[in-house]
């Protein structure tokens, strides 16, 4: 695992579960973003985990993230989303000056949708695909809120994962892990993620949220 604390004002962080059999990890570090909540008090969010190892022998680049919630209201706070999202920008244009053709996967809590300006317009360019784009539905998301449905944990790839062909990492689909033993399976919220609390009442689940996946073709 690869986890560094964070300067977050709630003490959340991000870090990467790997397997070493399957991902060899040469380097990683935490990036700062810096965002404000009124001209001049800084809001102090999550870094940016960055990590560059061999994936079943290839190199890639992981960006993970948690961006910045929607507490204070989605349109209120978007801009913080924003500013994450155009620092992510930066770090792929810096690895882009080393390796045209790296390989960049971005994930995480986005706080945002697929269709959201900050991954839409600002993080997913010409350069990037996001295959969540097709999971996000009204019916089916890997979060609830008050009844609707919410797809904010997304996985972004570059846009070589997508070729057809001499593609030794190859995108095949991405999903929603909403298995049965994840959700609730009674009450009004039947089919919602199982949470771990209810404000501070312990209800031990796994999560307020669903994992989402890809997988991969790969062909040493």
């Known amino acids: ?47 940016i985990l960055y990590i560059t190892g061999k994936l079943m022998g290839h190199t890639v680049h992981v960006l993970v993230n948690h961006w910045p919630s929607r507490r204070e209201g989605a349109e209120e706070t978007a801009h913080k989303r924003i500013a994450v999202a155009k620092r992510c920008r930066q770090i792929i244009s810096e690895i882009h000056e080393s390796d045209e053709e790296a390989r960049i996967i971005i994930m995480g809590d986005f706080n945002d949708g697929p269709n959201s300006q900050s991954v839409k ?15 996000a539905t009204r019916y089916e998301g890997s979060l609830n809120h008050r009844f609707e449905w ?6 972004i790839l570059s846009t070589n994962f997508m070729r057809l062909y001499r593609n030794p990492l190859r995108y095949r689909s991405s999903k929603i892990y ?17 949470r771990t609390y209810a ?18 073709d790969i062909n040493q």
């Open 121 to 135: 317009n600002h993080l997913v360019q010409h350069d990037f695909y996001n295959p969540m784009v097709f999971l």
């Open 150 to 155: 919410y797809l904010f944990d997304q996985i």
């Open 178 to 194: 909403n298995d049965k033993a994840l959700t609730e399976y009674r009450g009004k919220f039947k089919g919602n993620p199982f």
């Open 1 to 47: 695992m690869v986890h560094y604390d964070s300067p977050d004002e709630r003490g959340i962080g991000v870090g990467l579960l790997y397997r070493k059999d399957q991902f060899e990890l040469t380097q990683s570090e935490t990036i700062a973003v810096y965002i404000e909540n009124e001209p001049g008090i800084r809001d102090y969010t999550r870094d």
């Open 199 to 216: 404000g501070k009442r312990y209800l031990g689940g796994y999560s307020d949220h669903f994992p989402v996946y890809v997988l991969l």
